[in-house]
């Protein structure tokens, strides 16, 4: 498992697996003091703090309520992926994220604070309107309109 510092998780950086060497490899599992994340491939673009699908052979795409319905392990981009870039995914874990942890999701317009996240057909996006509950993670404020929100977690993201 890689541990944050210089040779562990960065979270906010991305490598294109030929100019930069990679870090990790795909799957490989990593946690920091703001939660547990893995190493992943983006399949299409996923932008910063979009909530992303991951496969069985750690692809990653912007999350939908269909894809979601493909697998359970989602986690959260805390940067921006152009497709076939690699990077940390953030996927929770206990005590993950929290208030100023800076851990972030996009959330649709409407949420109340503390409430259960479920998937939407925006993708990338999460809302509290019942879908496929997102288990294990809370937004830590309302929201007015679409935006990022600091995000908390009690165990690893699943649906």
Excluded: R
């Excluded at 960065?10 to 547990?36: F, M, Q, R």
């Excluded at 493909?70 to 993950?96: C, H, K, L, M, R």
Aim: glycine fraction near 14%.
């Amino acid at each position: 498992m890689s541990q944050s510092g210089s040779f562990g998780v960065n979270y906010k950086k991305v490598w294109d697996g030929s100019t930069i060497p990679l870090p990790a490899k795909v799957k490989d599992l990593g946690s920091s003091t703001e939660g547990e994340f893995v190493f992943v491939q983006a399949n299409g673009a996923i932008g910063q703090y979009d909530f992303v699908h991951i496969d069985t052979d750690g692809q990653a795409a912007k999350c939908t309520t269909t894809l979601a319905a493909q697998t359970s392990q989602v986690g959260v981009a805390q940067v921006a992926f152009a497709d076939n870039e690699y990077g940390w995914v953030w996927i929770g874990g206990a005590q993950g994220g929290g208030l100023a942890k800076g851990i972030k999701g996009n959330i649709l317009t409407g949420y109340v604070a503390k409430n259960t996240l479920y998937t939407t057909a925006t993708a990338g996006a999460a809302d509290d309107t019942a879908t496929t509950k997102l288990i294990g993670v809370v937004g830590l404020a309302a929201t007015t309109g679409t935006q990022a929100v600091e995000l908390a977690s009690t165990a690893i993201i699943t649906t």
